[in-house]
């Protein structure tokens, strides 16, 4: 053994602690080690859960202060998380978030916010609820299942389907009186594709197909989409008939696009149209968002990052673009080689770069995965869209397909969910198909109100 002398010792323990905070604040991850994937997540999840529990206005579960929307998209990645990983840590928080957030009509739609939403905000909350039933996410004693509150939201959202300009498409807003009224842009429309086409696959009815069909058609034939280049711009407006695309390129409204084209090559067992779509957008994705500065295998916001202008919405996208390359590898899986070492790419750098401590927190992500340590810009998004990137590695490990009702036969319309969560007699029964089906005509005629509410307020 050798002796160190006192002023040694001291050096040396000096050096250890150093190694030891330099140890704490990378997360440690090593490509294709999923333990190392789950420690990280759970690193993440930490400050995410407390920024959480912060942002939360006046305890209302599953809202958040000045936003209702990202809590669901918060959902959808836990769920997507804990399917890849098994970690259930957050599920019950979770599960009672997203179904309280449904609403009195179980359609994301409640009458709190409903004055002033977009149609992407409700459509984040329908992806939430899809990726619940795809991956055997536990339903609810005496609730609707997941999947019935998915297809609430497209039920709702096709009603609003606008053929007076543009020669259809969904609008951003839902009222007449909000900003962004004529506009219709990319992530309502590929948003509301994406639900459609995991629809299609999860309950094999072929209405939601249609609608698939019906959404990219328009949206090519809009100019939202040029099936030439394979472009997705953000958004046309009515107000010149869709003539002047608005062209800031964002990860998501690709992701949105190309998740539903690879769920639907999936769905129709490899239909040649599908696969040259998933193609095409895979193509302009990777070549766009994946920057030679980062060495061109790091996902970047490339619109708003390297000036360092990403809103709180603008910073969240990558995590959504990871989970959806991810799906997209799974599902067509002649794409796979091209989509790992992007996702692993993405993953060493969010390794590095959420290191970041404040307020007696730590590991806290930043904006810029590429920057190589974290850049200052901190919240429940960036950890968010960090905990995206990490899962969407876990995904393609663990090679879960997402389920349809043949796989998880509990979600099913017809059939009432009994998780066995709770045999409190206070707590409601069960509901009946019977009842579930009033609830469903009820919401019907909701939606027919709505929509008649829409004409009259058009109406001069
Ligand atoms: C809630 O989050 C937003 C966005 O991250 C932030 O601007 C705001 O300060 C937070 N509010 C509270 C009370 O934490
Ligand atoms: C709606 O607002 C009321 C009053 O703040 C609150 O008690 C209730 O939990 C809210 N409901 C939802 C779904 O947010
Ligand atoms: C298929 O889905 C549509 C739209 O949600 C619904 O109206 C129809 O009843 C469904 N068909 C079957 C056979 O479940
Ligand atoms: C659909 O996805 C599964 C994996 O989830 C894959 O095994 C299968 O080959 C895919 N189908 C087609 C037609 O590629």
Redesign the pocket.
């Known amino acids: 053994m050798r002796y160190f002398n006192g002023r040694q010792l001291c050096a040396t323990s000096l050096l250890l602690l150093l190694n030891a905070q330099t140890a704490l604040s990378d997360l440690g991850i090593t490509v294709n080690n999923d333990d190392s994937y789950i420690s990280a997540a759970k690193e993440v999840i930490s400050p995410m859960m407390e920024f959480y529990k912060q942002n939360q206005t006046e305890g209302i579960p599953g809202k958040l202060t000045d936003t209702w929307y990202i809590a669901g998209s918060m959902f959808m990645t836990l769920i997507q998380y804990w399917q890849a990983s098994g970690d259930d840590t957050e599920n019950k928080i979770v599960s009672h978030d997203l179904m309280f957030q449904a609403g009195e009509n179980y359609d994301y739609f409640s009458s709190n916010y409903s004055q002033w939403l977009g149609n992407d905000d409700q459509m984040f909350w329908g992806l939430a609820a899809i990726t619940a039933s795809e991956a055997g996410f536990p339903e609810r004693d005496g609730k609707p299942s997941w999947t019935s509150l998915a297809?609430a939201v497209?039920?709702e959202q096709v009603e609003r389907w606008d053929s007076t300009t543009c020669g259809g498409g969904l609008r951003w807003q839902v009222w007449p009186y909000q900003a962004g009224y004529g506009l219709k842009n990319a992530i309502s429309n590929g948003g509301l594709f994406e639900l459609s086409a995991r629809l299609a696959r999860f309950t094999k009815?072929d209405?939601?197909q249609d609608w698939a069909e019906k959404i990219w058609d328009w949206s090519a034939k809009s100019g939202l989409m040029n099936v030439k280049n394979w472009n997705i711009y953000d958004s046309v407006s009515n107000d010149d008939q869709c003539k002047s695309p608005d062209n800031h390129q964002w990860t998501y409204n690709y992701g949105t696009y190309l998740a539903g084209a690879a769920f639907l090559y999936n769905h129709t067992n490899g239909d040649e149209k599908w696969l040259k779509r998933v193609n095409g957008l895979l193509a302009t994705s990777l070549q766009t968002f994946f920057p030679k500065k980062f060495g061109g295998n790091t996902m970047s916001e490339v619109a708003c990052e390297p000036i360092m202008t990403c809103d709180r919405n603008q910073i969240c996208f990558k995590g959504y673009l990871s989970m959806w390359l991810a799906f997209t590898a799974i599902l067509v899986p002649s794409t796979r080689d091209q989509i790992l070492p992007k996702l692993q790419g993405s993953v060493e750098a969010i390794s590095t770069m959420c290191n970041g401590q404040s307020d007696g927190m730590s590991n806290l992500c930043g904006l810029t995965w590429g920057a190589g340590k974290f850049d200052g810009v901190k919240g429940l998004e960036a950890q968010m869209s960090a905990l995206g990137g990490i899962t969407a590695n876990l995904m393609l490990s663990a090679t879960q397909t997402p389920k349809t009702i043949d796989t998880n036969p509990n979600a099913d319309?017809g059939t009432v969910p009994s998780s066995g969560e709770s045999d409190d007699p206070s707590k409601p029964k069960p509901i009946t198909t019977a009842d579930r089906a009033g609830a469903w005509i009820l919401m019907v005629i909701v939606s027919v109100a709505i929509t008649g509410a829409v004409g009259w307020l058009v109406k001069p």
């Open positions: 297809r497209f039920n009815n209405t939601y319309e």
